[in-house]
């Protein structure tokens, strides 16, 4: 079956230490990743999205960075955290299937930056 | 570019009440239009969702209609319950390679007994 893993569940920063969330997916190929944030009081924003290995775009200027070394895996990582990156982040992938896309969000990983 | 605009509350109901969600979007062409749901302290969850104009996407006693002359995908539940509470979030597919899910900035629900 198709599942996607992120961890750490919650995590707690301090202001100017580095960031680096992994999210995997197993049971597809080729899969588009992204990454999308919830910040305090607002809706969820797209960070970045992958397409294929080290094939990145980023959607929102901004202190975080993504990569994609393996097919089925995606970083989200910051060299220094800042406050306002608290939030609620979130792993997902698509793959279209024949008639419908398949779209599955992660369980999250909340960061409180201290 | 592409957009959606849902009512933001919270809402707050009490059991077996109506209950509407207002959700309209902005986007070139048809999209895909969706409603995720988010419980306490979990990931997304998707609710429903419609592929084109006029269909109507249900589940768990949810529904929602694509009003392709509105621009609309209103969320309705006829009798709401406690579990129920949750914040709701609609969304739209853009269309082209990159498939991204626009959101709106969700709407918090809490059902009283």
């Known amino acids: 079956s198709q599942t996607i893993h992120q961890w750490p569940a919650t995590l707690v920063q301090p202001v100017g230490s580095p960031l680096s969330l992994e999210c995997t997916v197993e049971?597809?190929?080729?899969?588009?990743l992204y990454w999308y944030r919830q910040a305090a009081g607002r809706g969820l924003q797209l960070l970045f999205y992958?397409?294929?290995?080290?094939?990145i775009s980023s959607e929102v200027p901004q202190n975080l960075s993504a990569s994609r070394p393996q097919d089925r895996q995606f970083i989200l990582s910051s060299k220094k955290l800042l406050l306002s990156d608290s939030g609620f982040y979130l792993c997902?992938?698509?793959?279209?299937?024949?008639?419908?896309?398949?779209?599955?969000f992660g369980s999250g990983t909340r960061l409180t930056v201290v | 570019g592409d957009s959606v605009t849902q009512m933001e509350g919270p809402v707050t109901l009490s059991e077996e009440a109506f209950l509407t969600i207002n959700c309209t979007y902005t986007?070139?062409?048809?999209?895909?239009l969706f409603w995720y749901v988010q419980y306490p302290g979990e990931g997304l969850q998707l609710l429903l969702k419609?592929?084109?104009?006029?269909d109507k996407g249900s589940n768990k006693g949810f529904e929602a209609t694509y009003r392709k002359e509105t621009t609309s995908f209103h969320l309705e539940k006829g009798s709401v319950q406690v579990s129920d509470s949750a914040v709701y979030f609609c969304?739209?597919?853009?269309?082209?390679?990159?498939?991204?899910?626009?959101f709106g900035k969700g709407t918090k629900l809490t059902v009283n007994p």
């Open positions: 986007a070139t062409g048809y999209p895909s």
């Open positions: 049971g597809t190929s080729n899969p588009n």
């Open positions: 969304a739209l597919l853009t269309q082209g390679g990159s498939e991204k899910l626009v």
């Open positions: 997902a992938w698509s793959v279209r299937a024949r008639w419908w896309l398949d779209y599955t």
């Open positions: 419609a592929t084109k104009a006029d």
């Open positions: 992958s397409v294929g290995i080290g094939q």
